[in-house]
Structure formats: structure tokens, C-alpha cells
């Protein structure tokens, strides 16, 4: 066998692990006072693996362990683009995990979120369901553990036994219909099978099965009843780590999947998500409006953005998916910024993560509330910033596929979701507190997500370069 | 020899009585019993699916072995939370926690 072919196209992986490795071993061996220096460490290690893996080394599509791992360029961006996430996390977690009851399990953060990136990557590359399967597993599993990171808060317990019994259950569920299209294809081949499926009435109920499984964890509306209290009651870290990155890994690889293995009955799943699409745009708006805790308006909003995601994977266009890539790029950027700003607020102030407690925010830290504006300015889809572009591309991308209709109720509902984060916008800038939080300045790391956040909500939309640079890659999906 | 339908209608009643005890337990323990019977289930489906359909190939015959071994991994982290929940609360009625609703 020709292993130069694994080292040659799995490179991402393979860095990855030895990634995992080193930040391992530097926690045996670091001792107390090398601990402290933990965060610079896995940053580092990781900007080093972000710089080495960004580019996509070829131009090509190549199968690895017999189309078991299929290496395409878009994919190398989405995991370039999960990276930098996961970078972003990193920087944000430092003024939690140097708290008193977490200091010393720093280096299982680390080595437990980086597992999950590993499954995750595993999972985008996949080419076989199986490959697929523990892809999402090794995504999913350390993910509980992350949700119930805070042993000793009784919200963390809870949110992380919601987060793995549903999980379970969707994982179960999603099995179930694997092993009905092994039992009518007879083969779990990705490119095998496309041939085999003829849209057999079981063949139909194992896809509604195998969505479920998948919509579960992209948080969509039937499926979507976690989402608020695991996003709650996790560690901010985890819950801003837990709406972006794997939201967007099990985006895209649904995506590859309906276009790679299911274009023969494109018909049914393109009805399925168009229901899914204004059940969750609509239930989440309306929910989100009468949310008093930030971290759960943050899980509606995302909810609601997901919605915004699925109409690029209806789409199944080379378009559809370079703008589904944009936009769960530029939906990074901006989430990730907000979660930084509730994240550094909750560290500084003894836990407050209700609305009312960010009334007055602007007179005492005006810095954190401009950024938080310019966030929610960015989700809502305003002009100037990246989340107007993104949704634009989205939209039309979805327009031009015929779905006249369902874009019309998404253009419909972002007006409703300007309405709620201009109540955030409010609560900062108008309503008056006797005693808002005080303030405070955050650490380094804190410091340099939210400007990197604040350069991609900025620029992304500007710097056209980048969404044509997508669209060079995204042509064979 | 007994025949594919049979296994089928045992792994089916095993399917849907892990969905209906998962939505009626109220026991932590008892609802991630059931969610086993949901896996185990999937497993009996591959493996009788590769027997009788598919004998050349042993796809369906890892599947359930890598299937089998991820749920085992799955389980434990589980049971670690529902440990958790037990000293956080005493207790591990679903009722209890309901700290965070709507």
C-alpha cells in the first residue's frame, strides 16, 4: 500500500493530531508554573497549524483508504474556516479557565475542543457514511463532556445530560435510516450509492430518518429543543464554540451529502427543508423576542441563523455553496464576537448574563458595546457590515433556484430579527441603570478575538476577493 | 433457516420501543436504557441486512462493530453526567431539572 497518499492529502488531520498530542504532553509535563502559560502555548501551536493548512495544498479532488476519505479543496477551506474558529475560542477562554475551580483542568479544554475539531474534520472529508458516523461522533462525544465542564454548577450538569441523551437519541435515529440504505443500496459508498437510490418509499422514510439526525445537530426547528438550555447552562466558551463551528461543519457536509449521494429524489429533501427552513426562521424570531437571558437569545439567534444556512444547502449549486461558505464565515466572525463581549462581561461582573444587566453598558465600557452593536449589526444583516452581504448572497443564490417564495418569508423574518438585537442595542445605549456593570479591562487574548472578529465583521463584506476566492474552489464541490 | 423478515420485525419492535420509553421515562438511567435498545436495533439491522443481502462484502458487519463501540463510548460519558447530576442534586428524576425552561 502507498501511505504517501495519507500524508499528501490528510494533512490537516494529521497536523491536527500531532497538535492534540503536543498540548497533551505539555500538560504532563508543564508543572504548575508552566500552566500559566497554557493559553499562549495552544495558540500559538494552533496559529501554526492554521498558517500551515490554510492554503489547500491541490487543485484536485484525490480519495484516500478507497474513497473512505475524499480530500476536495472546499474542503480544505471549511476546515481552514473551523480552525480559525477554534483559534478564536481559544483566545476568548483564558479569563475562565484561569478561575479557581477550572484552573487546573485547563489543558482537558484544550485537548477535548481540539478532539472535537479532529472529528469534525474527519466528518467534512468523509466519503462514506461510516467515515461520516465517527466523524460526528468524536465531534459529538467531547462535546458533552465541554457542555458539563463546570462540575460543580448545576446548570453545567444539566445542560450537558440534555445536550447527550438528545444527541444520543438523534444519532439513533439517524442510524436507523443509514441501515435502511445500506439494506436497499447494498453499499455505504458516497459515490456508490447515488446510483442505488431510486426514491423507494422506504428509501424516503430512511432520509427523513437520516435528516433528523443531522438537523438535530445544526439545532433546526423540530429538532431544536436543546439548544436553549445547552447553550444556557454550558460554559460561554463552549456555547460560543458549540453555535459556530460545529454548526458549520454539519452544514456543510449535509450539503455534499444531498447533492453527492441524493440528487435523484432532490425533490423530497428540497421539500423537507424548505418546511424546516420557515419553521425555524419564524419559531425562533418569535421565541428570541421573549428571552430575558443573553446566552439563550444567542441560541434562538442562532437558531434562526441556521434557518438563514439550510437556504444555501437547498440550493445544490456551486453558488448555493460558495455562499453557504461565505456565510458561515461571516457568521463566525460575528458570532463569535458577541459571545466574546457576553463572555468577558460575565468574568468581570460575578456571572451576569441577563439582558437587564447589560442596560448602561455603553457609559461604563463604551468599547465592549460598540463591538456588541457592530455584532448584532452584522447578524441582522445591515448594510456596510459582512452580514449584509452574506445573507444577500444567500438570498440570491436561493432566488435564482426558483425558491421565490421562501425567500420572500426569510426577507420577512430578518426585519422581525432586526427588531430583537435592537433590543440588546437598547438595553446598552438608551435604558438608563443605577448601577451597570463597572468597568473593566479584559485580558489579552480577549482583546485580540474581538478585534480580529471586528476586522472580519468589517472587511469580509468589502473584500470582495474573498467570497470570489470561495467561489474558485467551491466549482466540484 | 429462519427467514430476513423475522430478524427485521424483532430489530423494528426493539426501534420503537427504545423511541417510546425514551419519551416516557422519567428516570435518567432508564431513558439512556432505552436509547440503547435503539442502537442495538441498528446494529441487528446491519448485520442481518449484510447476511441475507449483501454475504460477499462485510460492510454492514464493521458498521455495527464500529457502531457498537461508539455507543459504549457514548454510554460512558452519559453515565459520568448522570453521576454528575446525582451529586449536584441528589437525584436523577427528569422533574429536577428544570432549572432552565423556555
Not at chain 1, 503536543?22 to 500538560?27: G, N
Not at chain 2, 461508539?70 to 460519558?77: D, K
Request: glycine residues 8%; contains cysteine.
Amino acid at each position: 500500500m502507498d501511505y504517501s497518499a495519507i500524508f499528501s492529502y490528510m494533512y490537516t488531520e494529521i497536523a491536527l493530531a500531532g497538535v492534540i498530542v503536543a498540548v497533551l504532553l505539555y500538560d504532563l509535563i508543564a508543572g504548575e508554573r508552566g500552566r500559566r502559560y497554557f493559553q499562549t502555548f495552544v495558540c500559538l501551536l494552533m496559529l501554526f497549524f492554521v498558517a500551515g493548512t490554510v492554503y489547500p495544498y491541490h487543485g484536485g479532488t484525490a480519495d484516500v483508504f478507497g474513497g473512505m476519505y475524499q480530500y476536495t479543496p472546499v474542503a480544505g477551506i471549511v476546515k481552514s474556516i473551523l480552525a480559525i474558529g477554534t483559534l478564536i475560542v481559544f483566545l476568548q477562554s483564558d479569563a475562565w479557565l484561569s478561575r479557581e475551580d477550572t484552573r487546573f483542568k485547563r489543558g482537558e479544554f484544550y485537548v477535548l475542543t481540539l478532539s472535537t475539531l479532529l472529528g469534525m474534520d474527519f466528518m467534512v472529508s468523509a466519503g462514506h457514511f461510516m467515515m461520516f458516523f465517527i466523524g460526528m461522533e468524536l465531534a459529538s462525544v467531547p462535546m458533552a463532556c465541554l457542555v458539563a465542564f463546570d462540575k460543580y454548577k448545576g446548570n453545567s450538569a444539566e445542560a450537558g445530560a440534555k445536550f447527550i441523551l438528545s444527541a444520543l437519541f438523534a444519532s439513533g435515529l439517524m442510524l436507523y435510516g443509514i441501515s435502511f440504505f445500506y439494506g436497499t443500496a447494498g453499499t455505504l459508498y458516497f459515490e456508490d450509492m447515488a446510483a442505488k437510490i431510486d426514491g423507494s418509499p422506504l428509501q424516503i422514510l430512511s432520509l427523513v430518518f437520516f435528516f433528523t439526525g443531522l438537523g438535530f445537530k445544526l439545532s433546526l426547528v423540530p429538532f431544536h429543543l436543546w439548544t436553549a438550555d445547552t447553550y444556557q447552562g454550558a460554559p460561554t466558551s463552549v456555547t460560543s464554540y458549540l453555535s459556530v463551528v460545529s454548526k458549520a461543519a454539519a452544514a456543510f457536509i449535509l450539503t455534499v451529502i444531498f447533492v453527492k449521494v441524493f440528487p435523484s429524489v432532490s425533490d423530497y429533501w428540497q421539500l423537507m427543508l424548505y418546511i424546516v427552513i420557515v419553521l425555524s426562521i419564524t419559531v425562533a424570531n418569535v421565541f428570541a423576542i421573549r428571552q430575558k437571558n443573553l446566552k439563550r437569545f444567542m441560541a434562538f439567534s442562532s437558531i434562526s441563523q441556521a434557518g438563514y444556512i439550510m437556504l444555501g444547502v437547498i440550493c445544490g449549486t456551486p453558488y448555493g455553496m460558495t455562499s453557504l461558505i461565505f456565510y458561515l464565515l461571516v457568521y463566525m466572525a460575528a458570532n463569535l464576537a458577541a459571545f466574546g463581549v457576553i463572555s468577558t462581561v460575565e468574568q468581570h461582573s460575578g456571572g451576569k448574563t441577563g439582558i437587564e444587566d447589560y442596560n448602561g453598558l455603553y457609559r461604563t465600557n463604551p468599547k465592549l458595546a460598540v463591538i456588541m452593536t457592530l455584532a448584532l449589526f452584522s447578524l441582522a444583516g445591515i448594510p456596510p457590515f459582512a452580514g449584509f452581504f452574506s445573507k444577500f448572497f444567500i438570498f440570491a443564490a436561493a432566488f435564482e433556484q426558483g425558491f421565490h417564495v421562501l425567500v420572500f418569508i426569510a426577507l420577512i423574518n430578518t426585519v422581525i430579527s432586526l427588531y430583537y438585537y435592537l433590543l440588546i442595542v437598547k438595553a446598552m445605549f438608551i435604558t438608563p441603570n443605577e448601577n451597570p456593570v463597572p468597568a473593566f479591562r479584559s485580558d489579552r487574548g480577549t482583546r485580540l478575538s474581538l478585534l480580529l472578529c471586528l476586522a472580519g465583521i468589517i472587511a469580509l463584506g468589502i473584500v470582495s476577493s474573498v467570497f470570489d476566492g470561495i467561489g474558485l474552489y467551491s466549482f466540484g464541490m | 433457516m429462519v427467514h430476513m423478515e423475522y430478524y427485521l420485525i424483532v430489530s423494528t419492535i426493539m426501534m420503537f420501543v427504545g423511541i417510546y420509553g425514551f419519551l416516557t421515562r422519567r428516570n435518567l438511567l432508564a431513558m439512556l436504557i432505552s436509547v440503547e435498545l435503539i442502537l442495538n436495533s441498528v446494529d441487528i439491522n446491519f448485520v442481518v441486512f449484510n447476511r441475507f443481502l449483501f454475504p460477499e462484502q462485510l460492510e454492514g458487519f464493521f458498521f455495527s462493530l464500529f457502531a457498537i463501540g461508539i455507543s459504549a463510548a457514548e454510554t460512558a460519558v452519559a453515565i459520568a453526567i448522570i453521576i454528575n447530576i446525582y451529586r449536584n442534586m441528589r437525584n436523577i428524576q427528569v422533574k429536577n431539572l428544570n432549572r432552565m425552561k423556555w
